[in-house]
């Protein structure tokens, strides 16, 4: 899952949202980095809701334009779960061994060549 | 209407009807209100993101073909150049060219010609799949693809056959003297007769919804 996909979905956690809610939400979550431009966000949609991942839940007119709200599906709750665990274990994996590289790193910097 | 708001609903003409029947309307919606207040444009960035976009709903068999229409509408630019030109003297490469053409164009012309023939292929293929299960769309559409090769090997026949080139058999590539242009005005027929097709091929393709695309929308509460 790319990182645009996972803020995106991510930015659904907390109930439906339109566009540029979404693209409100995603640069929020993720500080800033993701910074969607529209094409790209509904390049996003397309796919995730033909995934099922995403599916359309409101529709309203706003300012005489429609206004379309997407919520996370539930196998795109599961999916962005199972990515979380992957990402969460792939981090420790090298947190846990930063630590030890740089304790032997500092143990050899001390000891005699 | 605003300048923005028009020149947005001008980007978003680069979708396919189909998808923006869709989805134009509450796109504009989010492109106006990610625009910050008091700007006539879209920035740089929406308007590639609308540009790719917009390629990657039309897909493959568009995206492939409008890169071989472009090549070709280059290589009819050249054959153009080359009609008001002297051919190069004394030697004659394998494309043609005029006499002190810079190398740079050569170059060019060797490239577009490769990626020319390169893309005849997958243009036929990718299109043959994005009209599968559509008879005479795509019976129309192979057609002007089978007429605009067809149209090129009477050009490919010219062009070794120039009067450069046997002019350089018969004299050991002496053409002095020569006054004749590269291509004779035959080619430039020719090559109008090829843009024209590519552009009927891109219009029934434009016109192509295809297999996959916007997926069904069911609205579960309103």
Known sequence: ???????????????????????????????????????????????????????????????????????????????????????????????????????????????PA | MTRLERRCRWLLRAYPGWYRRERAGEMLDTLLEASPPGRNWPSFREARALAIGSLRARGWAFFLSILWAGTGAAGAGYIFLLSTHLPAIPTYSRIPCWAGEPGVIIDAGYLGAAAWLALTIPVLVTGLIRFNGLGTPAAAWGGAWIAGLALMVPVARWQTSAPAVQACNN????????????????????????????????????????????????????
């Open chain 2, 171 to 222: 004299q050991g590539c002496s053409l002095a003297g020569y006054s004749h242009a590269v291509v004779s005005w035959g080619e430039l027929p020719v090559c109008a007769a090829w843009l024209a097709l590519e552009a009927v091929m891109m219009l029934i393709l434009a016109r192509t919804t295809p297999a996959r695309c916007v997926p069904q929308r069911t609205v579960t509460s309103t």
């Open chain 1, 1 to 111: 899952m790319r990182e645009p996909t996972y803020f995106v979905l991510a930015s659904l956690l907390d109930g439906p949202l339109h566009g540029y809610a979404i693209i409100q939400r995603a640069a929020h979550l993720s500080g800033g980095r993701v910074r969607l431009a529209t094409g790209t966000l509904y390049t996003a949609l397309d796919r995730l809701t033909a995934d099922g991942y995403v599916e359309l839940v409101r529709e309203e007119t706003v300012n005489g334009r429609v206004r379309r709200s997407y919520g996370l599906t539930p196998p795109g709750a599961d999916a962005l779960r199972a990515e979380a665990t992957r990402m969460a274990e792939a981090a420790r994996l090298v947190t846990g061994r930063c630590r030890r590289l740089t304790a032997s790193g500092s143990a050899r910097k001390t000891s």
